[in-house]
């Protein structure tokens, strides 16, 4: 929290999806406005705004979010919105408007991370900066969508895409800038983490998994977490962003926690240790070279280990880097408000290192 | 670790301060230059630099540090250095020559954090971001040192000031960004938690003590560490920086760990709890509001909190904010060479968006 200040320039947003993530920020923007203005310096106007199903709607004197979240809470189209200008799809919308970022928070499955892929390529190649809460867009693609951002001179982050809220991604990667990476471990998935620490109370994991759900944690067809591919996504964003590694989904050993036997439990118990779904990552050769070894998998995690007491739905990151050694970051793993925030906090270092800017112009000019 | 790149314009630095964290960044600048450059597209060049003893020394085409490195070690001064101008002190020359980042690494003691506050309050009037390890002077003047900084639209960073290269300030202020401050506890002093790690295992003050200091963790003198005037400055700085409150030493419950008696620890052990040097920051109102009040004394640590398996030189912060909850950050807590990787931190985020600015401008006038 900085000096108080007054907002210059507004930042003009792009919201491409509307779902979960994307309205919890516009109810966010909408009604703290006067607190980030005042404790940020930062103004925000959304200037344009897509859902998969109506298009891409655009004003450049700025939407009025809480109409437009009216509309969308009663079924209507957003493209009925009075003064806006209407695209049939987000692509289209954002290659004829103009902005100073995308957020993009849609939701772009495993398969090849589309629509949000095209949507971050053209924003980037147009040298507009990107934050996203899209994991396999970044999973995918990340050290090419980092490349582009980086050849442009503008940001792209992703901070909800690992652990939500929890700041991980910009502790790890501005935090420790200058650090060379050794190695990572996680545990990534609140679901999971949640499920196993029913089954190491004695539950069974049908119950375990019956209680995630009335938690709201676990979706009914669980398997992108129980299998273990939400938390390969954010190994591969994790080598992509941190590690500066391209992984391929084929790259990433993984085994998910439906077929654990009890007995795997008690083992693990008899040894004095707890049996979590690990991810890790790995420099084979020291110095930050050689290949990244990827693993999301059940292990047994001995009592000493930080890891070890992370318990529910809480999740962490142990992180090693030369010259500092061992960096241990913990928090909630998921839940809808908690990307929200994360898509936020991105979303003022963009303002912030825009709004330097124009005051240090001010500044010379004066 | 962005894609490689190639530095655009060197980033000019005044290192002010030429002690053990001094002569570390200077030894990491001149041998990982092409790391730096490869990996975060950052190229530096230190212009100027001072020592108490000598003076200030500038050469605009850039100082030869390998060279300044060995007169140093050598016990010659540094003003002999061929090539370079000459000032009687830090202030003088700051005022008189031009570069683009102060990095002010001197060590300015707790009555009034002189000479480090003349040096930073010069240079952001200036217009010009400052990185600093130097606790008091953030301590004592945070507050005011980050308006002026946001006032001219420059950066003022302080990351090493608290658990030293372990990304702390940078995750409360730079990744929580947007969530309202509730509560932090922490331990914050790795010379204290190893002292009392040693007499929670039956150890004497002084036998702890003894150990702490053949380890080189605590000073001959360490009653800046015991009684928790080292732990005070960095609630002080928390206070600051995150909770935006400057605090006066007297608004700082303070008690040491000197004179803990061998039953308190019993008696904790007996709860089920350790005992731990806490400091601690609360508002007392919700949502930001009311006062700070900031402790820093032994207390019990009940065996689930976070904070009670952090033992020996490793520190700990606990940060309670909406609507994240609750996110905790492990690592080293002191070390020179960590120290400097907090400095080098800071640099490369300062760095990083000033060749984003440049390479902006590239693309456009393309």
Same mark, same amino acid.
């Given at each position: 929290?900085?000096?108080?200040?007054?907002?210059?320039?507004?930042?003009?947003?792009?919201?491409v999806?509307?779902?979960?993530?994307?309205?919890?920020?516009?109810?966010?923007?909408d009604s703290?406005?006067?607190?980030?203005?005042?404790?940020?310096?930062?103004g925000?106007?959304?200037?344009?705004?897509?859902?998969?199903?109506?298009?891409?709607?655009?004003?450049?004197?700025g939407?009025? =979010?809480?109409? %437009? =979240?009216?509309?969308?809470?009663?079924?209507?189209?957003?493209?009925?919105?009075?003064?806006?200008?209407?695209?049939?799809?987000?692509? @289209?919308?954002?290659r004829?408007?103009?902005?100073?970022?995308?957020v993009?928070?849609?939701?772009?499955?495993s398969?090849?991370?589309?629509?949000?892929?095209? /949507?971050?390529?053209?924003?980037?190649?147009r040298?507009?900066?990107?934050?996203?809460?899209?994991k396999?867009?970044?999973?995918?693609?990340?050290v @090419?969508?980092?490349?582009r951002? /980086?050849? /442009?001179?503008?940001?792209?982050?992703?901070?909800? +895409?690992?652990?939500?809220? +929890?700041?991980?991604?910009?502790s790890?990667?501005?935090?420790?800038?200058?650090?060379?990476?050794?190695?990572? *471990?996680? =545990?990534?998935?609140?679901t999971?983490n949640?499920i196993l620490?029913?089954?190491?109370?004695?539950?069974?994991?049908?119950?375990?998994?019956?209680?995630?759900?009335?938690a709201?944690?676990? @979706?009914?067809?669980?398997?992108a977490?129980?299998?273990?591919?939400?938390?390969?996504?954010?190994?591969m964003?994790?080598?992509?962003?941190?590690?500066? *590694?391209?992984?391929?989904?084929?790259?990433?050993?993984?085994?998910?926690?439906?077929?654990i036997?009890?007995?795997?439990?008690?083992?693990?118990?008899?040894?004095?240790?707890?049996l979590k /779904?690990?991810?890790?990552?790995?420099f084979?050769?020291?110095?930050?070279l050689?290949?990244?070894?990827?693993r %999301?998998?059940?292990?047994?995690?001995?009592?000493?280990?930080p890891?070890?007491?992370?318990?529910?739905?809480?999740?962490?990151? %142990?992180f090693?880097?030369?010259?500092?050694?061992?960096?241990?970051?913990?928090?909630?793993g998921?839940?809808?408000?908690l990307?929200?925030q994360g898509? =936020?906090?991105?979303?003022?270092?963009?303002?912030?290192?825009?709004?330097?800017?124009?005051?240090?112009?001010?500044d010379?000019?004066?």
């Amino acid at each position: 929290m900085p000096a108080p200040t007054s907002p210059g320039m507004p930042l003009r947003i792009w919201l491409v999806g509307f779902g979960t993530v994307g309205k919890w920020l516009a109810r966010t923007l909408d009604s703290h406005a006067r607190r980030l203005a005042r404790d940020y310096g930062v103004g925000v106007s959304v200037v344009g705004l897509a859902n998969a199903r109506d298009g891409f709607i655009y004003d450049e004197r700025g939407l009025d =979010l809480s109409s %437009v =979240l009216r509309r969308a809470a009663d079924g209507a189209a957003i493209t009925d919105e009075p003064g806006a200008r209407c695209w049939p799809s987000a692509l @289209e919308g954002i290659r004829d408007t103009e902005a100073d970022l995308l957020v993009e928070v849609t939701s772009s499955p495993s398969g090849d991370g589309e629509p949000g892929v095209a /949507h971050m390529r053209e924003t980037l190649e147009r040298g507009i900066p990107v934050v996203t809460s899209n994991k396999w867009p970044v999973a995918l693609h990340g050290v @090419e969508l980092a490349e582009r951002a /980086h050849s /442009h001179g503008v940001a792209f982050r992703a901070e909800s +895409t690992v652990m939500s809220g +929890t700041p991980v991604l910009s502790s790890l990667i501005d935090g420790l800038a200058g650090t060379v990476p050794i190695a990572l *471990r996680g =545990l990534l998935n609140a679901t999971v983490n949640f499920i196993l620490t029913g089954m190491a109370e004695g539950k069974s994991y049908e119950q375990a998994l019956a209680e995630a759900q009335r938690a709201g944690l676990a @979706e009914r067809d669980p398997s992108a977490d129980v299998e273990g591919y939400d938390t390969m996504a954010k190994v591969m964003i994790l080598s992509a962003l941190v590690f500066g *590694r391209q992984l391929r989904r084929e790259q990433v050993t993984r085994r998910g926690i439906t077929e654990i036997a009890r007995a795997e439990f008690e083992q693990a118990a008899a040894s004095g240790a707890r049996l979590k /779904h690990v991810a890790s990552l790995e420099f084979s050769e020291p110095g930050g070279l050689g290949e990244v070894h990827a693993r %999301v998998m059940p292990a047994p995690v001995g009592r000493d280990d930080p890891l070890a007491s992370i318990d529910g739905a809480t999740n962490a990151v %142990v992180f090693r880097a030369s010259p500092v050694g061992e960096v241990a970051i913990t928090g909630p793993g998921a839940g809808p408000q908690l990307a929200g925030q994360g898509v =936020l906090a991105d979303l003022i270092a963009v303002a912030r290192s825009r709004s330097k800017l124009h005051r240090r112009r001010a500044d010379r000019d004066a």
